[in-house]
């Protein structure tokens, strides 16, 4: 079946615009996570989604940015007034249950690059 | 909070010899370990977990790794190298749902 998607994979933006990362999860997971990868470093979390609420978005390293998921499915990461220390990979993942016994799957990324 | 530590950021091994990979953790409580696989330009992938059952765990493509609670350990290993076996690997620690990643060990395959 289809894993974890998302578009774009790759975005170049100039520092100081807005951009918008989508993710689709697995069809039926109800838990949804965001993470950052930075060059030369593990994935860091972001936010975490069960259904259409953020469960926990202690990972946003500040209020630029942002992260939706209105109908329960479909994520996007919104991140406002670019910086190139946002440069990195991020990676959605999504799971069929909350905790660890239920395994995350995770999409190839979208790199972001800021000029 | 919980943390690992990988202890060695690049590993080279010759095909056909033994992988070991160590990775030491930080946790108030017992914890919930993965290996995950990073291959170049492809996604994350689940190698291994441990959830508290057998201190040894099998994973897929003939990888395995030991809990050992007295050592705060849980090392990588596998007995003969392919060629394929080439990518990132991290150590991970949950915390409750988010994933603690390390920092990885870049596995070098040489023939």
């Known amino acids: 079946g289809a894993g974890v998607s998302q578009t774009p994979s790759n975005k170049v933006t100039e520092k100081g615009k807005y951009v918008e990362l989508r993710c689709d999860p697995i069809?039926?997971?109800?838990?949804l996570y965001w993470y950052r990868q930075s060059l030369g470093q593990g994935p860091e979390f972001l936010i975490y989604?069960?259904?259409?609420?953020?469960?926990?978005d202690s990972g946003l390293p500040n209020d630029r940015f942002f992260a939706v998921r209105p109908e329960g499915s479909v994520s996007t990461l919104k991140i406002q007034r670019t910086e190139r220390g946002d440069s990195a990979v991020y990676l959605c993942?999504?799971?069929?249950?909350?905790?660890?016994?239920?395994?995350?799957?995770f999409g190839p990324g979208t790199r972001l690059t800021v000029t | 909070a919980q943390s690992v530590t990988q202890l060695d950021s690049h590993v080279s091994v010759s095909e056909g010899t033994p992988v070991l990979l160590r990775c030491n953790y930080s946790?108030?409580?017992?914890?919930?370990l993965f290996w995950y696989v990073q291959h170049p330009n492809k996604g994350l992938q689940l190698l291994l977990k441990y959830t508290s059952a057998a201190t040894l765990v099998k994973g897929i493509n003939g990888f395995e790794a030991e809990f050992k609670k007295s050592e705060t350990s849980f090392h990588l290993t596998k007995p003969s190298a392919h060629m394929s076996d080439a990518a990132e690997y991290f150590c991970v620690v949950s915390d409750l749902y988010a994933l603690n990643f390390g920092k990885g060990t870049s596995l070098l395959v040489t023939p």
């Open positions: 069809s039926g997971h109800t838990a």
């Open positions: 993942a999504s799971s069929s249950g909350q905790a660890v016994a239920h395994e995350q799957y």
């Open positions: 989604f069960q259904g259409t609420g953020a469960a926990d």
């Open positions: 946790s108030s409580y017992s914890p919930s």
